[in-house]
């Protein structure tokens, strides 16, 4: 086994098991304990949602993008944050961790110009109701950006994912800017896929 098979190997493991912690507190601890080495863990499976999404962001974003602040939510080791600096995006709030946090997002006085989730909207990770604090924090005129992984474990949280983003839409509460399905967003770690696994980001204007 070649040394980048065995690194690829190394993180599907690491990855499956998170997938045993089951509360919130074994998440936060799980993440905790993998913070130091989860960029370069990360690279190995090519995971390019941060890119992807910060690319949907700055395609459509046309208002001064230094004065711009960007709520990062599930932000961990500030992935998308870099990903937005190269785009001229400067000023970031990121939470994570807990649901203490997305309190404090959700109560801060400040609307945000842009809200972003990458990589936490999946089946044992965020429930999807957050959808709806995401766009209670943007501003109007804002953007809320959002992924989801189109794996076959996740297709049942894609779909109520998707029903609640609609559902949102017809309530008036923002407008669909776009929806860009993406074939080669990661590295598959399942033992029932291989090659890589689709993903999806949406892109959503707040009215």
């Known amino acids: 086994m070649s040394a980048v098979d065995n690194a690829f190997e190394n993180v599907k493991a690491i990855i499956l098991s998170a997938h045993e912690s089951t509360t919130s507190w074994e998440k936060v601890n799980f993440y905790n304990s993998w913070a130091e080495n989860y960029d ?23 208002v001064a993008r230094e004065a711009a602040v960007v709520l990062d939510v599930a932000c961990g080791t500030g992935l998308v944050t870099k990903q937005m600096k190269k785009h001229g995006f400067g000023h970031f709030v990121g939470v994570d961790g807990s649901e203490a946090m997305l309190d404090i997002a959700r109560e801060s006085a400040d609307l945000f110009d842009v809200v972003v989730i990458v990589g936490a909207l999946s089946i044992g990770q965020v429930p999807v109701g957050v959808v709806r604090d995401l766009c209670k ?8 950006c959002m992924t989801t992984r189109s794996n076959l474990d996740n297709l049942e949280y894609k779909a109520a994912l998707e029903s609640e983003l609609k559902r949102m839409e017809e309530e008036g509460l923002w407008s669909c800017v776009e929806v860009t399905e993406v074939d080669d967003w990661e590295r598959a770690v399942s033992e029932q896929e291989d090659g890589y696994i689709s993903g999806v980001v949406y892109l959503y204007k707040k009215l």
């Open 40 to 62: 370069q863990d990360v690279a190995v499976l090519d995971y390019r949602a941060p890119s992807l999404a910060a690319n949907s962001i700055s395609s459509h974003f046309s």
């Open 137 to 144: 924090a943007c501003k109007s005129g804002g953007y809320i």
